[in-house]
């Protein structure tokens, strides 16, 4: 009878303390680790988003890509943008650099021209629809061509 006992006993003190382990787990996960691991990768995105926008402001405020656009984009000095362009993309440790001149939707990354874009084609609509947005950035996510 006593070894009866003795296993109900253990049993029920295991049970319980397997509960409480469990809802201490559950509750720590959902009060503190949970909500750290989500801060963490917000801060990731946030710097992400951050690198993003001011590659593209270095390329707005270039002085080089806005007076070689001034000048219609002559052919002599493309390899200097291309240049540009890979800088740019050292500078920020970017997969890519690219650029697209709103006059002549002209499409250029840091391998040289890429193509012309057009506002009757439905693949290029999402740059005409951001320029004529008149918004200063927009984050898109987009597939490659």
């Known amino acids: 009878m006593l070894g009866v006992l003795l296993l109900v ?3 029920t003190v295991g049970g319980t303390s397997i509960y409480k382990a469990r809802e201490v787990i559950e509750q720590r996960m959902l009060s503190d680790e949970l ?3 989500l801060r963490r990768v917000a801060g990731s ?5 951050y690198e993003t926008l001011s590659a593209g402001r270095s390329l707005a405020e ?5 007076d070689w656009v001034r000048q219609g984009e002559p052919d002599k000095t493309v390899q200097g ?4 362009l890979l800088l740019i993309k ?3 440790n970017a997969d890519m650099a690219f650029m697209i001149t709103v006059e ?5 990354t840091d391998k040289g021209l890429f193509k012309r874009l057009d506002r009757a084609e439905a693949r290029d609509a999402w ?6 947005s008149e918004l200063k950035y927009e984050i898109a996510f987009d597939q490659d061509e």
């Open 9 to 11: 006993s253990f049993v």
């Open 35 to 37: 909500p750290n691991m």
């Open 45 to 49: 995105i946030d710097r992400e988003i």
């Open 62 to 66: 270039n002085h080089f890509l806005a």
């Open 81 to 84: 943008v291309v240049d540009q």
């Open 90 to 92: 050292a500078q920020q």
């Open 104 to 108: 002549q939707g002209s499409y250029y």
């Open 127 to 132: 740059f005409y629809r951001f320029v004529d």
